[in-house]
């Protein structure tokens, strides 16, 4: 796919999901893009080359099938052999110019910002897309400090010219705290890789993102 198509469905997406390495990973695939995610993001902080080649392989042909985008984290050189869509990462991670060099500039490109002044740089630069949390505390960014909606409402207000995400122990039940805050693009994880039926837990994220955003309550006053 070249890199226009990918922008054009980045630009429709709004449930993404980010899950390790799983016995069940084809299978699992299968049901979670059937069911309504727009991007998978393979993301497995303890696996080698190896084993996140192979399952990156399995995932590359289960967004093929599905008509989604394939995102790897953190790991050019995966990406690259793999053949994903996009490239996620964090602050500490490769910069931009070097991403580019390996992947050159058809790989969409990510970039986690933590607080108001990283999502205002991250704007000002040739990012694809950005993501904004961790909104709540959540085990896959142990030692985080959770950034709560209103920095969700802050970036709503920068109006940044690329999609943007907000993550971070986001579920169904306080999904409607963040579309209330601005955002209409999520990035899950646990409410859905742990859910009993993650096909079921992804429909129901998906009509709580379809739905109309709820209105925004009173803001308190500040200074």
């Not at 299968?30 to 991007?39: E, I, K, S, Y």
């Not at 993301?43 to 042909?61: N, Y």
């Not at 971070?168 to 963040?178: K, P, Q, R, S, Y």
Request: one cysteine or more.
């Amino acid at each position: 796919m070249e890199g226009s198509g990918r922008r054009a469905r980045l630009a429709a997406a709004r449930l993404y999901l980010c899950t390790p390495i799983r016995p069940d990973l084809r299978d699992f695939a299968d049901a979670v893009l059937g069911a309504g995610v727009d991007v998978l993001q393979l993301r497995d902080k303890h696996a080698e080359a190896g084993p996140l080649l192979e399952a990156a392989a399995v995932l590359r042909a289960a967004a093929d099938r599905h008509g989604a985008l394939l995102a790897v984290n953190d790991r050019a050189d995966v990406a690259l052999a793999a053949g994903a869509d996009a490239l996620h990462l964090g602050q500490d991670d490769l910069p931009m110019a070097w991403a580019r060099r390996v992947l050159g500039d058809g790989v969409l490109l990510g970039r986690s910002t933590h607080d108001l002044d990283q999502a205002r740089r991250a704007a000002a630069e040739p990012w694809d897309y950005l993501a904004v949390g961790p909104v709540w505390p959540t085990a896959t960014k142990p030692g985080r400090p959770a950034v709560g909606t209103g920095l969700l409402r802050a970036v709503a207000g920068l109006a940044p010219p690329a999609p943007w995400f907000a993550i971070g122990g986001i579920d169904e039940h306080n999904l409607d705290e963040v579309t209330g805050a601005g955002a209409s693009r999520v990035v899950v994880v646990r409410a859905i890789t742990d859910a009993a039926d993650p096909a079921a837990a992804t429909r129901g994220l998906r009509r709580r993102l379809e739905a109309p955003a709820p209105a925004a309550g009173p803001r308190r006053a500040t200074g």
